[in-house]
């Protein structure tokens, strides 16, 4: 038993000891410091919500004296709604799709039916619709839907089956093919079909597409978020893209709000509304509308109405009625989609 | 294996010099050039940026994170590998085939599902998860979510790399120390470990390697939240997506330099076990 190699081994135990305790110490989160609140929100928010919850922590200390720490999780809103009914405990959501909060109270019973209606215009403090990118001088002179099915045109877009913004675009081509044909089914259905055999790549996500149309400088005009439309030549100054807003085009909200079951748990109920609600304030829009977003606010409207051109904004009620339908009617398999991409 | 056998692969100096030939181009472009480009991207606005972004406050924890999953994760497993692998060439009992195949589930299985079985068994709405959340317990989306998910994807190194080596030096010399008076302790510290030394310790680098780069299976369980449950594999896909790609490319670096290590340990190891 005396042999020296066996003094090593109390010594290594108590360094690792000493190294977990020390990293579980460094990983845990002050707690008792200060108040929390996790936000769970969809992909390409990041550089959005880390520059607002500066703005909210300021105005939140200001009010209150209290310090509040803000934590973020970000992924497809459709995976990071799974998480919070899976048990993820988030105080918000921020997402962009209505149908993702939805599903919070139809299978998790994690919040009322009626939450839409509890923060002004739907929930929604801001807004966005498809957009086009084109070449730089817009050589083939895109300006509205009806350039888009012309037969020298080249159209990238994001799948709508994989992506919700491909399902957006698909819905405000259709919105605008209802809008010029009125009732004539027939009619609206073969300008989809142009339409759709114009594209020629469906990435699976936003960012492939961009990616596509600007770095490989596959297609003509490249369909995506106005938001993400306007970031694109901001990040690629060199390329000469540009912007062209479309005379009709759909709504897309941006929805959010608290999940009831974890804010009691944590006792951030009053935190949460307070946060969602200074997405209304003034500087809080003034803020979205800096990363592209369109806003409610009177004031910042003015301010910022050269950028966000003036179009005719369908929202989903007046197209298909609502997200079901458009998915059943649309989307799923052997559906719409489906029958207008056969040849 | 013979001279002439040889000659008959590699009829001509032409056949020969166009197969090494191909091996060599494939090894660059298909390992070491992706492998230099990470260093170079990561590099590519200067060692002063470089720097920034690996210690940016979101990857340190990050690193904090992955450094804890691997601290806790290696030594639980090399501790279930040795008994594990103790039990199955050591004693015969019913099952004992049955339970060396099962140690290999975790190869088996894709990490992504081993996952999401994770998140349905210990989630909100999982069996154990429901009762686990009556005593406000939460594993999945947490830090112990990250470090079960890893414990499961890499338990078999160790216990993989013990089998063979301890069926191939057969009982002999541990009857014998039994056979002396050894206790069981002391017959494990003289006999069993100096014997199985080197496997063991290619067992963990190897648990560790992994442990450390694991994606698909943390991914699914650990709910994204920045700065609290993103190991550094999750922080490059992050980074990469938020289009700072030099920031992905340091975190990424990181990683390729651990696994350069490994690749150092490894040879070490195997050179040493040859040696044994």
């Known amino acids: ?51 607002y919850n500066e703005l909210f922590q300021a105005h939140w200390s200001e009010q209150t004296a209290e310090q509040v720490s803000i934590r973020q999780s970000h992924g497809g809103s459709s995976r990071q709604a799974q998480a919070i009914m899976q048990g993820l405990r988030a105080d918000v959501v921020t997402y962009n799709q209505v149908t993702d909060v939805d599903i919070l109270h139809q299978r998790g019973n994690l ?48 799948n709508p089956k994989t992506s919700g913004n491909g399902r957006y675009t698909y819905l405000a081509a259709l919105g605008y093919a209802q809008q010029t044909y009125g009732d004539d089914q027939q009619q609206i259905d073969a300008f989809m079909k142009k339409f759709l055999g114009r594209v020629k790549v469906f990435d699976t996500g936003g960012r492939g597409a961009t990616t596509t149309f600007v770095e490989r400088g596959l297609g003509d005009v490249l ?114 989609l489906d029958q207008l991409q056969r040849r | 294996m013979n001279a002439a056998h040889y000659r008959r692969v590699g009829d001509t100096a032409l056949v020969r010099r166009w197969l090494i030939g191909t091996a060599v181009v494939l090894t660059v472009a298909l390992l070491a050039m992706p492998l230099l480009m990470i260093f170079v991207q990561a590099f590519s606005q200067g060692w002063s940026t470089y720097v920034a972004n690996v210690l940016d406050e979101f990857t340190l924890s990050a690193i904090g994170l992955t450094l804890l999953v691997a601290v806790l994760t290696v030594p639980l497993n090399l501790v279930f590998g040795v008994f594990f692998a103790w039990a199955v060439t050591r004693f015969t009992f019913p099952g004992r085939k049955l339970l060396t195949t099962l140690i290999d589930i975790p190869f088996a299985v894709s990490p992504v599902v081993a996952g999401l079985l994770y998140l349905l068994l210990y989630g909100n709405n999982g069996w154990v998860g429901q009762w686990l959340g009556e005593y406000d317990v939460q594993l999945m989306f947490s830090w112990p979510g990250i470090v079960m998910v890893t414990l499961f994807v890499t338990c078999p190194f160790v216990a993989r790399e013990l089998i063979p080596l301890m069926q191939q030096q057969g009982r002999e010399e541990e009857e014998a120390a039994v056979v002396l008076g050894a206790s069981g302790w002391q017959l494990f510290r003289r006999v069993t470990l100096p014997n199985i030394r080197w496997a063991l310790i290619y067992g963990i680098i190897l648990t560790n390697a992994r442990a450390v780069g694991e994606f698909g299976a943390v991914s699914v369980v650990s709910g994204n939240i920045r700065g609290e449950t993103n190991t550094l594999s999750l922080h490059v896909e992050l980074l990469y997506q938020d289009y700072n790609v030099v920031g992905a490319f340091a975190a990424a670096s990181l990683l390729a330099a651990l696994a350069l290590l490994t690749l150092i340990a490894k040879s070490f190891v195997e050179w040493r076990q040859s040696k044994d």
Do not use: C
């Open chain 1, 111 to 158: 919040i009322p039916a009626d939450w839409a209606s509890r923060l002004p215009n739907n929930s929604s403090p801001y807004y966005s619709t498809m957009a086009y990118l084109v070449r730089e001088g817009n050589p083939k002179n895109i300006q509205n839907w009806d350039d888009l099915i012309r037969e020298d045109v080249e159209l990238i877009m994001p």
């Open chain 1, 223 to 336: 369909l995506t978020f106005e938001s993400e439309v306007n970031n694109i030549p901001e990040l690629n100054p060199d390329k000469g893209l540009q912007v062209v807003v479309p005379k009709v085009s759909f709504l897309a909200e941006f929805p959010v709000t608290w999940i009831d079951a974890n804010v009691k748990r944590n006792g951030t109920e009053e935190l949460a509304k307070a946060y969602l609600e200074h997405l209304y304030s003034e500087e809080g829009q003034r803020l979205l509308a800096s990363f592209n977003y369109r806003v409610h606010n009177e004031v910042v409207k003015a301010e910022t109405s050269e950028r966000f051109p003036e179009l005719k904004l369908l929202p989903i009620e007046d197209i298909v009625g609502d997200w079901e339908t458009a998915n059943k009617e649309h989307f799923a398999s052997g559906a719409k």
């Open chain 1, 1 to 51: 038993m005396s042999n020296p190699n066996k003094r090593r081994f109390p010594r290594l135990t108590s360094t690792v000891g000493a190294m977990v305790f020390g990293l579980a110490v460094a990983m845990s989160p002050v707690q008792a410091a200060e108040k929390e609140l996790l936000n769970s929100s969809y992909d390409i928010a990041r550089e959005l919500f880390s520059a």
